[in-house]
């Protein structure tokens, strides 16, 4: 993407959200769209203890309408792919199919990489190891109170791109982005070795996405104002209008700065 | 344990990255403090000048003369704010203070927990945020005025089954924003590493002044020791004074809400599988692609979808025993203790008390059983009148 001068917009969506095909169609149309350069697909957790109100929400329509494990995998396989699909789940929705299983599963239907959201890397190891035997991404998640030693340990060996939590909290869209953010981005590229850096939450403005990738991040992560406007009903049309005006926030960018941004 | 936080295969810490070091910052505050005498010493003061313990170990006798064994009750009821949980909350807001925070915030079920935090904040001069799930706020309306009372902010939680569960949810969600400043204070023996193991070792004075005066009432050991769990920690309490004594029969008693065949019930051993919920590997009840069941139990205290990692862990070593009572069998221990005995218990601790009375062909003359129980059941009037069809 750098070198095509521009930075990577990640959109994410629940998966069964309102119903397991109509999250089909606004999949395929995210990844028709050309504004999108990664797919994030959330399969539902009835606990999403790190999502805000409308992940929340999302989950719970999706829950009702049936949806399940075995569905998402199927809707992933059958999506045409011109772009990367990463997966954002729970652990527990992993551990009940067996990890695995989970990740050779995530291998043959495409989907490249996983984010699992109240996984620390303590506990990842098994993850880690099945994504390494299959060649799916383990996708690291780093926060603005990780601290710079354990930021190293955590993306020796990250692969994919690493997720920057943009401010403390949950998902969820917000008016702007928090003054630290400069600071942690630029610490997670310093520790990245080279993969690419992404910030998510809170982003739901094209504003807010040049912003970030002026800071020297690679891409930006939207994702409950996507579902929000789904929620809303707002229509596929409109949605994909709204991607397409986030994705100018993405270029053209300034050249990468180095890790001392003031 | 072989890893810290671990109990065999159960526990560990499954949280989002942000509450990592907030963790780490709160296991190294209590392993810096546990030991410290002058903690321990500002810890017993409060425990006895302000909780008043020694909470009693009564005998039931006319229970015990019913049943044919002798029935002792170890009275958390009696400990101030009318259950045990006042023993994990003062231990935690005083550890808290040292680590120079300001405020706590804690999930309720039942509502005891939630007094007991808001309580600890008052006698400590901190803040106090508390998030109750709606049905619970409905159901234990009591405990939510006394909160207030204590000048705490009670939230309401208007997601999912609206209990427990989703407090719980919603207090960890809410801490990520105010780490610098607040206490994430856990009510029971769940949750992540270290909070199963700090609520245990706040809860175990139960089982040492247990283990003392049965010793001085009997001069022998119990021949069980029995506790209701939800999440667990009075059963983990109570049980951690006798877990070396391999000849006192330990007895967890979940709560089987409509019956377990009804899949109403909160009886984690009896249908969970082992499964991550809220930062815990252990027995959760769940369906087979992870998602977290709706859980009953009359009950507030016991209705959740998972148990405390050491718990799993007694049973899988079959150091300890878990069994069930159902809503019925509590409602009915709940009305007989309070007849024959003239105390009212919890109805979480009725679950208990109805155990033994379910299995009391499995004890004879002389044999002693201590009952743990956990709480009052003031709380619980207006719903056991709702079931009796009685208007009060």
Redesign the interface.
């Known amino acids: 993407m750098r070198a095509k001068g521009e930075g990577a917009l990640i959109a994410y969506i629940t998966l069964g959200d309102p119903s397991p095909e109509e999250s089909f169609v606004l999949a395929q149309s995210l990844i028709d769209s050309g504004s999108v350069d990664v797919l994030e697909l959330g399969i539902?957790?009835?606990?999403?203890?790190?999502d805000?109100?409308v992940i929340?929400a999302a989950v719970?329509r999706a829950?009702k309408a049936g949806m399940?494990?075995?569905i998402a995998f199927d809707l992933s396989r059958r999506l045409k792919k011109s772009i990367p699909i990463v997966y954002l789940t729970?652990?527990?929705?992993?551990?009940?199919?067996g990890v695995e299983k989970f990740v050779g599963d995530c291998a043959d239907a495409g989907v490249s990489g996983i984010i699992i959201?109240?996984?620390?890397?303590?506990?990842s190891r098994d993850v880690r190891n099945s994504c390494a035997k299959y060649g799916v991404d383990y996708i690291n998640?780093?926060?603005?109170?990780?601290?710079p030693g354990?930021m190293r340990i955590?993306l020796e060996g990250a692969s994919g791109f690493v997720y920057v939590?943009s401010n403390?909290?949950?998902t969820g869209a917000r008016q702007s982005l928090s003054i630290g953010l400069r600071d942690t981005v630029s610490r997670t590229i310093e520790c990245a070795n080279g993969v690419p850096v992404a910030v998510g939450f809170g982003i739901s403005k094209p504003a807010h996405v040049s912003e970030v990738i002026g800071m020297g991040a690679d891409g930006a992560i939207v994702g409950s104002a996507i579902v929000d406007m789904a929620a809303r009903k707002a229509g596929v049309h409109a949605i994909l209008g709204y991607v397409k005006k986030l994705k100018e926030g993405t270029m053209p960018i300034a050249p990468k700065p180095g890790v001392n941004v003031s | 344990m072989a890893v810290e936080g671990r109990y065999g295969e159960y526990g560990g810490r499954y949280v989002p990255e942000m509450l990592v070091p907030a963790l780490q910052e709160v296991e190294a505050a209590y392993k810096k403090y546990r030991d410290d005498r002058s903690f321990r010493e500002e810890l017993d003061r409060y425990l006895k000048e302000y909780v008043g313990r020694p909470t009693p170990l009564t005998p039931a006798r006319n229970m015990s003369e019913k049943y044919g064994f002798k029935i002792y009750l170890k009275r958390e009821d009696q400990a101030f704010t009318g259950a045990h949980k006042i023993n994990n909350t003062m231990g935690q807001a005083l550890l808290a203070k040292r680590m120079g925070k300001t405020r706590l915030i804690a999930e309720t079920g039942a509502g005891q927990h939630g007094v007991a935090t808001a309580t600890a904040a008052r006698a400590l001069g901190m803040k106090c945020t508390i998030y109750m799930g709606e049905v619970d706020m409905e159901r234990q309306r009591m405990n939510v005025f006394r909160m207030r009372l204590l000048g705490a902010e009670v939230v309401p939680v208007r997601n999912g089954t609206r209990t427990l569960k989703d407090a719980i949810s919603e207090a960890m969600r809410a801490w990520v924003t105010c780490l610098d400043d607040t206490h994430y204070l856990f009510g029971t023996a769940y949750g992540p590493h270290p909070f199963p193991a700090i609520v245990r070792d706040f809860q175990s004075v139960i089982g040492r002044e247990a283990r003392g005066q049965i010793l001085e009432a009997e001069g022998r050991l119990p021949d069980a020791v029995v506790a209701c769990v939800g999440g667990g920690s009075n059963a983990i309490g109570i049980f951690s004074g006798f877990i070396n004594d391999k000849d006192v029969r330990l007895v967890g008693v979940e709560a089987g809400g409509c019956g377990i065949s009804s899949g109403k019930h909160a009886a984690r051993f009896q249908t969970g599988k082992k499964g991550v919920l809220h930062g815990s590997y252990t027995y959760v009840l769940q369906d087979r692609y992870g998602q977290i069941l709706d859980t009953h139990s009359v009950s507030a205290g016991l209705d959740y979808a998972a148990v405390g990692p050491e718990h799993a862990l007694l049973r899988d070593l079959g150091r300890a025993e878990y069994s069930y009572a159902t809503d019925d069998e509590a409602l009915s221990a709940f009305q007989e203790l309070g007849m024959v005995e003239g105390i009212l218990p919890a109805l979480e601790s009725s679950h208990a008390v109805a155990w033994a009375i379910k299995n009391r062909s499995d004890f004879g003359e002389g044999d002693v059983v201590i009952i743990n129980l956990s709480g009052r059941g003031d709380k619980d009037v207006e719903t056991v009148a709702r079931h009796m069809g009685v208007s009060v």
Not at chain 1, 44 to 50: E, G, L, Q, T
Not at chain 1, 117 to 123: H, R, S, Y
Not at chain 1, 141 to 147: A, E, H, K, Q, S
């Open positions: 539902p957790f009835s606990d999403p203890i790190a805000g109100p929340q719970d829950l399940n494990t075995d729970y652990y527990n929705i992993v551990l009940q199919r959201a109240d996984l620390p890397f303590e506990e998640i780093v926060t603005p109170n990780t601290p354990r955590i939590v403390m909290g949950v």
